[in-house]
């Protein structure tokens, strides 16, 4: 199990970024998939996750009607549209597989991880 994050990178608040997620070596239906988000000296959180079976959504507080998960499986990609960015969601951000696939998005319930990808909100 395979999962490669991409799409970080320096944006001024209130711009926009696309992060994907590419997944291999495993069917990607039927797992849940989650982007977390770690700041430093904060623990990782839950940004948004999406179920394996009908495509549940979470989104936390801070990035509701901001960030919107969508997944391909067809293409094995999962993607988090970001915008309106603020200075807050700067962090590295990781996407991670859950093979239970229900839409429990804390950090423990995923047992794959990718690498991450630093986002950086600042003017």
């Known amino acids: 199990v395979q999962l490669q994050a991409s799409g970080g990178g320096l944006v001024q608040p209130g711009g926009s970024l696309r992060l994907s997620c590419a997944a291999s070596?495993?069917?990607?239906?039927?797992?849940?998939i989650g982007w977390f988000r770690q700041a430093p000296g904060k623990e990782r959180e839950g940004v948004s996750c999406?179920?394996?079976?009908?495509?549940?959504?979470y989104y936390g507080d801070s990035v509701k009607g901001r960030f919107t998960i969508s997944r391909d499986n067809a293409k094995k990609m999962v993607y988090l549209q970001m915008n309106s960015l603020k200075p807050e969601d700067t962090a590295v951000y990781y996407c991670?597989?859950?093979?239970?696939?229900?839409?429990?998005?804390?950090?423990?319930?995923?047992?794959?991880w990718g690498q991450g990808t630093l986002v950086t909100v600042s003017s």
């Open positions: 999406i179920s394996s079976s009908d495509g549940s959504t």
């Open positions: 070596g495993f069917t990607l239906d039927y797992y849940a």
């Open positions: 991670a597989a859950d093979p239970v696939g229900g839409l429990d998005c804390r950090p423990p319930e995923y047992t794959y």
